[in-house]
């Protein structure tokens, strides 16, 4: 007998809950950071109002004058119509509540295990989704993609889609297309691509992250405690971290353990010199508070023993809602300009609030994010402006990716008081492919370097990605009804032009 699927919450609330184009969206929506690595069944609630298109300019030296967002033929100039009207479209379906839901629903249901049924959803998300959201199915694709990114002004940041390694055959594969990814570069427009995206779970199991994770932490507790597998790093907690996750004093790694550290290090060696033998650096995506310490260690490790003289290889990721973030970045900001190091960040604002509010909780501990948005926006902007800071005197990089156009215009106007812009690589803005747009097109006409973030991969490899892309999307309109607002007024401009 077949079994009788259905879905009662969704259908009782399909007809209730679709928005209208310009609805306002719900306080505990979600600002997207850029390094999307987290649960994808949570969503986060990072949040500023949707912004309207302001056509008034009264502020002192106001941030609107930075970023113009008036003017919509020049912001697309360079887009076709018709990935204008795809991009509206595919926005407004991901802003529909039900739609999400219906299809989160449909994706994790046993429907997707009739071969029929799994080809017609998977075609139709590679045609919506997946055509929006991702670079292509290969390397072929993905340079088409970068091809088009780099006419319109803009930068790629290469990210294969693959995420956790199950053990070392997975981690070896996944070492080897990042290998593929960097050497990719050569054939791409020249400077197109700005960054090689690395997720050090896929070259290093999250089980022996989590290991090193806690030795780590009791490191920090007791600074005696011997670590014989440690390299040199730099300062990986600070006063504030978070260390409530290891309650005992942990097993030292056993032999089989530290001979998969040393592999794994191995695979990063071979990543790190692939990116300086083709020039382009190499940038280290976050993951949650339980494994984050030992992405960090590789990170600052890597980055001491790799770089281009006075300029960063190796950029790890801070995320700005964590209570910690501005402390962990200026002591190992500091460090590193000790030891004569070239230090680079990622700055976003985080991927992982709904399992670590729910992680602190279960442990008895208050949560390591921040307690307010404005207090999240804040830490955003003053790690930010720390870093604009930095490299205004000579040291450092950063690449500040937010969707945030308060954020955004705040480090423009930042910047361009310190006199920097386009001719200092190491300021960069990044947004994710398929989203921001207004964005993306603002700074880059403001003079400032922009990178879309990139995965490519095949459909069925990179479906949890575009899960969580539309789970996101539709929980923070303030960016989505934004981009969506400024495509329509391009559009209706576009239209009036071809019938006049």
Known sequence: ??????????LKNLGFHVRRLNSAPSPLSAVPPLNFTGDFNAVPNLVEPAPQINTNHHDHHNTNNIINFDDV???????PTKKLIRSSMTLQMAAIDPMVDLGMWIMNSKLMEMPVFREVMLGFVKNTFYEHFCAGKDLTEVRRTVTNLSDSGLKAMLDYGVEHATDNESCEQSTAAFIQTIESTESLPESSASFVVAKITAICTPRLLKRMSDLLRWEQKDPSFNLPWKQESLPLFAESSPIYHTWSKPEPLTVEE???????????????????EHQVPLLIDAEDTTIQPAIDYFAYSAAIKYHKDDQPLIFGTIQAYLKDAKERMVIAKKAAEK?????????????YMCSEKELASTLGFK????DSIEQTHACFNSCAEFMIEEIANGSGAVVLATHNIESGKLAATKAIDLGIKNERQNLQFAQLYGMADGLSFGLRNAGFQVS????????????????????????????????????RKELSRRLEVATS
């Open 367 to 370: 949560s390591p994010i921040h």
């Open 73 to 79: 033929k020049e912001l697309f100039y360079g887009v």
């Open 452 to 487: 879309k973030y990139l995965p490519f991969g095949p459909v069925e490899q990179i479906m949890h990605y575009l899960m969580r892309r539309a789970e996101e999307n539709r929980g923070m309109l303030s960016t989505s009804a934004f981009d969506r607002q400024l495509m």
């Open 339 to 351: 030891m004569g190091v070239p230090m680079g960040f990622k700055l976003v604002r985080g991927a």
């Open 258 to 276: 530290e001979r998969d550290l040393q592999l794994a290090h191995e695979r990063l060696r071979k990543i790190c010199e692939k990116c300086l």
């Open 1 to 10: 007998m077949a079994n009788k699927v259905f879905c009662p919450k969704l």
